[in-house]
């Protein structure tokens, strides 16, 4: 009989707690911009420039210990990546000299699952993050002299939203400090960064193979609101 009761109890008092927790998680909304290049072996790196891209969605916060001091952060944001070229000359194929102008973006869905501690305001996250390619759009001009003089060639791009080259599902990692005040409205600075190439292996021709070992790589500023859980 006392192990019945000690059981309901135990029982009644995890319910109690759950139930607790339950109505603590909050949704949220947050938007920012991202300010984004690329890492990796890059070829003819010197051309390829830091470009600002918007960022916003939706968050879950879900608190771990009843004070709210951990919690974990699934989040789903719209994000645009990507870099410009800015015209700087290199040398190209057979020694002809180039230079490219104009920008790319890279349009995600990216999905953070983050480990978030919170103390007296301060916060600290970090996790792994998932990344789904929805489109590209490369608005670049390529401009060419050739090795031997001549007139230059100016050439834009072809199939500028073509993404059949790039590798869509991309795995990466994210990791921030920040500010949270009581009402639930944050201010964060966070880096994300991707395991793999976004080129496929086998593509050699896509910027004529110079990001062919290239990676997404990003500083964001956000503001967040949490709403409050009733």
């Known amino acids: 009989m006392k192990k019945s009761t000690i059981l309901a109890a135990t029982l009644l008092a995890t319910a109690a707690v759950s139930s607790a927790q339950a109505q603590s998680i909050r949704i949220g909304l947050r938007a920012g911009a991202n300010y984004s290049n690329l890492a990796g072996n890059i070829q003819n790196q010197d051309t390829y420039n830091n470009k600002f891209g918007f960022l916003g969605g939706a968050m879950l916060n879900i608190p771990v210990t009843s004070d709210g001091f951990f919690s974990v952060q699934p989040e789903v944001l719209y994000s645009q990546k990507g870099f410009e070229n800015k015209p700087t000359e290199y040398t190209g194929l057979f020694g002809a000299k180039q230079q490219r102008e104009g920008k790319v973006n890279y349009n995600y869905l990216d999905v953070p ?55 869509r599902n991309e795995l990466g990692y994210l990791a921030g400090v920040g500010y949270e005040a009581e009402n639930g409205l944050s201010l964060s600075l966070r880096y994300t960064g991707a395991f793999s190439d976004f080129v496929k292996s086998d593509n050699n021709t896509y910027f004529n193979g110079d990001l062919k070992n290239a990676r997404h790589s990003a500083f964001q500023l956000s503001l967040g609101y949490l709403i409050p859980s009733k």
């Not at 919170?118 to 993050?129: D, H, K, M, N, V």
């Not at 007139?151 to 939203?161: D, F, H, I, V, Y």
């Open 113 to 167: 699952v983050l480990l978030k501690v919170r103390a007296s305001g301060l916060i600290f996250e970090a996790g792994p993050q998932y990344s789904y390619l929805l489109s590209a759009n490369n608005q670049t001009k390529t401009t060419t002299t050739p090795a031997l003089g001549g007139t230059p060639t100016t050439t834009e791009t072809q199939n500028k939203t073509d993404v059949s080259g790039l590798n």
